[in-house]
């Protein structure tokens, strides 16, 4: 986002988890997380329904002539969410509980808000 400041661009940010939030509420998603933060790095949101958890990585637009979000989280960033994940469900202890990674775009190059829910949008990444 070139010509945006530090503050501008996180407050952006911050509005785009606000409303996945609010959207994955309505779809019946309960929020166990928000921005869940451990040693090895940062999750935007951590959601369950029916007994699932999805670590969702949330990606804001302001343009649709914006790289396509899903190549937004390469590699390297699903190896990060990959192990905040496993920390998350071995310091809860849910190791019978189902998880996948899902990536959630927030779309606001309309008058409203789009939405493009992309369940297990990768697979569990391993190594360092």
Do not use: T
């Not at 998603?29 to 951590?46: F, M, Q, T």
């Not at 637009?61 to 699903?78: C, I, T």
């Not at 998350?88 to 775009?105: E, G, H, Q, R, T």
């Amino acid at each position: 986002m070139q010509g945006f400041s530090d503050a501008e661009k996180k407050g952006f940010g911050r509005a785009g988890e606000d409303l996945a939030a609010q959207f994955l509420r309505s779809k019946g998603y309960r929020i166990r997380e928000r921005n869940y933060r451990c040693r090895l790095g940062e999750v935007d949101l951590i959601v369950e329904r029916q007994g699932e958890i999805s670590f969702v990585e949330v990606k804001s637009r302001r343009s649709v002539n914006a790289v396509d979000p899903r190549e937004l989280v390469p590699y390297g960033k699903q190896l990060h969410i990959s192990k905040v994940a496993q920390h998350y469900i071995a310091s809860k202890k849910l190791y019978d509980v189902s998880a996948d990674f899902a990536v959630l775009i927030v779309d606001y190059s309309n008058s409203e808000p789009r939405f493009e829910w992309i369940e297990g949008a990768f697979p569990l990444a391993y190594g360092y």
